[in-house]
Every structure is written in structure tokens, then in C-alpha cells.
């Protein structure tokens, strides 16, 4: 890319090591958040944490690589089977870990981590501060320069394990460009979809479990919140805004058995604006629920057990023909993508086209993605630390 830069414009990307954004914010930078982290017992889990970094470990063999460096915060938190609360509805924790053959380290503020969180990782963990990363890095870097295989202890993890001249470390495509620079750029780093990203993906038994359970309860509470909204609406001609009517579904679900807070903000959206793509109805400044119009609500929560989220379209009164064209047309398409039959390995940007083609029949379409990932009792968006 940069050469192609170069050959057009003659401009060039030119790396500095400050970070602009930390010179901007001075020192009226917020604190860090200092939520505690704790442990997601083996019975939500599902498996060790042990196990899954022998997993990675095999990997890392395949590809003979010295290491992985691992700054999605998501992916620590599953492989090391913790959960945080740094991120409004993301059970995450600023963290990265750098996983080896012999060593697994996780840097992270330590005042954090629970009294049962560091007894949990134990002596399977080395504990660093998040600041020491990149020092860190460094080290690393310069121990995959030696000329030959030694057997020399680590000057980061005081333990011994063997390097060659070959071996690179692993980072994933969506790491920042300093994890590539600290740790010697193209010559020592190999960058690839996460390998934890893809074991993460594959639910195991107890997750999958854990998922319809929470998908019952979460089923339940949505059931539960309708039939509310519409007696106040229509039966009892109650005046409900849209901020209201989400507060009264979360205060529903926080009923709910292993419920740990929603997984996003509650798009409770009436009208016209059940038409805006994410949109967030703002306390004091939002629209009357209309009973004649479409009422869209798209919300999730998060559980011990699993994480939801389940966007319904309800119409009170008597629905427009376009209205009803429209809703037809997606149906058709959710019941093509159920009925799909497609060989290992394709991927959803290939199906996509399937779900949308009776829109496409009558030149319509929607301007944003069929589907997503959700995590279990994690987040449905990557994270990673900066």
C-alpha cells in the first residue's frame, strides 16, 4: 500500500511512536476504569482455561510460531475464562495476554483482579502490569533474534524455553500496528485471523446449553414486556414514551435467573424512527409510542449463561401495505437463509445475497448486515486494548 502511495501521489505513511490521542487528551484524560474482574465458573464455561491455552499451544506448534500476542479483549476474556465490567454491556477488562510454548502471561493492572480471580489463574499465569507490554515486547523480540536454538531462561517470564531464528510471533489482523513495531514488524510477526477468535466461535457443549436456557428466560421476559405494552397502549390508552417502555423491559428481565445487565443500549423506537438503523431514544427528548404506527424493539441482555439479542416488529393497529410488503419481503428472506444448504467453508458475506434477493426483486434493500456472532456471556462486537 505504501509503495502504491508513493508511485501515485508521492506521499508516504511514515510511523511515529507518540500517540496523538494521548497528547490531545493531557491531562484531562479519565482514569482507567478499575472494575473488578472475576471469575466465569468451569459450569458456564465449560471448559478449563488450561485446556483452551493447550489448544492455542498446538497451534502455535502447527505454525511454528514463538508466540501469540493477543489484544482483543473478548479473546482474553474467554481463553482465561474471566469476565470485567470496563465497557458499558461488555463483560470485558483491558488486558493483553502473550501466550508462548512454555508461558502464559496476562498484562493487566492486578489491583483488579478479584481475590478468587488471581487464585484461579495461579502459578498457570504470570501477572504483569499493562503498562509493561511493550518493554515487554522487546524482549520477546530480541530472544527470537538469536543465531540458534538455545535453551536460555526468558527475561520476561524468568522461565526456559526454547526460540529459533525462524519462529515469528502471531498477531491478529485487527492488532495495532505498535504490537507489530515493538515486537521487530514483518520480519518477526505474522499476522492471521485469530486462532482464538475461531476456537471462541465454536461453542461447546455447556456454552450451547447455556445459550438456549438464557434464550428461554431471555423469550420469556420479551413475551412478558409485549403483552405489558400492549394493555397500557391499547386497553388502558397509557401515554408511554420510548425511553419508558425500555425501562420497563430491562426492569422485566432483570428478573430473570443468571441476569448480569443488557448487552446494549435498547433501541425502543416507534414510527419513523423504528426505521433508524441503531437508533437510541434519549431520555426527555424522545417519541410517544404511537399504537397506530410500526414499533420496532431491538434488545439483548446479558446472562452467566449466554448472551441475547432479539430484534421484534409489532404493529398495534392496522399496518400499511407497504408496511406489510416490506415486513414480507425480510421473512422471505430469514426463511431462505434457514432453508440454505451450502458446502463447509462458505462464508456469511456469501449468503448474505440470499436473504436480501426478494428485497431485490422490488428494488429495495437494507443498509446494514443480515446477521452477527453473539457471544457466551460476552460481547458481539471485537475489542481490543489500545
Known amino acids: 500500500m505504501q509503495e502504491s502511495l508513493t508511485k501515485k501521489s508521492g506521499a508516504s505513511l511514515v510511523g511515529i511512536k507518540e500517540n496523538l490521542v494521548d497528547k490531545v487528551w493531557g491531562s484531562q484524560r ?8 472475576k471469575v466465569l465458573p468451569e459450569k458456564y464455561s465449560g471448559k478449563k482455561f488450561q485446556e483452551k491455552i493447550e489448544d492455542l499451544r498446538k497451534e502455535l506448534d502447527k505454525k511454528k510460531a514463538a508466540g501469540i500476542i493477543i489484544s482483543m479483549l473478548d479473546e482474553i476474556a474467554w481463553l482465561f475464562n474471566l469476565r470485567g465490567n470496563d465497557i458499558p454491556y461488555n463483560p470485558v477488562f483491558f488486558s493483553y495476554a ?8 496476562i498484562y493487566i493492572d492486578a489491583d483488579k483482579l478479584t481475590p478468587e480471580a488471581k487464585n484461579h489463574l ?3 499465569v504470570a501477572i504483569r502490569p499493562y503498562e509493561a507490554l511493550f518493554a515487554d515486547l522487546k524482549l520477546l523480540s530480541e530472544s527470537v533474534s538469536m543465531e540458534k536454538q538455545t535453551n536460555g531462561e526468558s527475561q520476561v517470564t524468568g522461565t526456559t524455553q526454547p526460540v529459533t531464528k525462524k519462529s515469528k510471533f502471531l498477531i491478529s489482523t485487527k492488532a495495532s500496528w505498535a504490537l507489530s513495531l515493538d515486537l521487530g514488524g514483518e520480519e518477526k510477526v505474522d499476522e492471521l485471523r485469530s486462532p482464538v477468535a475461531d476456537a471462541k466461535a465454536i461453542k461447546n457443549n455447556t456454552e450451547l446449553e447455556g445459550m438456549r436456557q438464557c434464550h428461554i428466560r431471555d423469550g420469556a421476559a420479551l413475551s412478558e414486556y409485549f403483552a405489558w405494552l400492549e394493555e397500557m397502549l391499547v386497553e388502558k390508552k397509557e401515554k408511554i414514551d420510548e425511553v419508558q417502555a425500555a425501562d420497563k423491559l430491562e426492569q422485566i428481565r432483570s428478573k430473570g435467573e443468571h441476569f448480569a445487565g443488557l448487552s ?13 438503523i441503531h437508533y437510541k431514544p434519549e431520555r426527555g427528548n ?4 404511537d399504537p397506530t404506527a410500526i414499533y420496532l424493539c431491538d434488545s439483548g441482555a446479558q446472562y452467566f449463561d449466554g448472551t441475547t439479542d432479539t430484534t421484534r416488529t409489532l404493529h398495534f393497529g392496522t399496518p400499511s401495505f407497504m408496511e406489510v410488503k416490506a415486513y414480507t419481503l425480510v421473512l422471505k428472506g430469514v426463511i431462505s437463509i434457514d432453508r440454505l444448504i451450502f458446502p463447509k467453508g462458505t462464508s456469511g458475506f456469501a449468503l448474505d445475497a440470499f436473504a436480501r434477493q426478494h428485497l431485490w ?3 429495495l434493500d437494507y443498509r446494514h448486515g443480515t446477521g452477527h456472532g453473539v457471544g457466551s456471556y460476552l460481547v458481539m462486537r471485537p475489542l481490543r486494548a489500545y
Not at 98 to 105: F, N, R, Y
Not at 264 to 276: E, L, P, Q, W
Not at 286 to 289: E, G, K, T, W
Open 286 to 289: 424522545c417519541s410517544i409510542i
Open 98 to 105: 502473550a501466550i508462548t510454548p512454555t508461558t502464559s502471561t
Open 30 to 37: 479519565p482514569p482507567r476504569p478499575a472494575e473488578k474482574v
Open 361 to 363: 426483486r422490488e428494488g
Open 264 to 276: 446494549f443500549d435498547t433501541i425502543s423506537s416507534t414510527g419513523a424512527n423504528a426505521a433508524v
Open 122 to 124: 495461579d502459578k498457570d
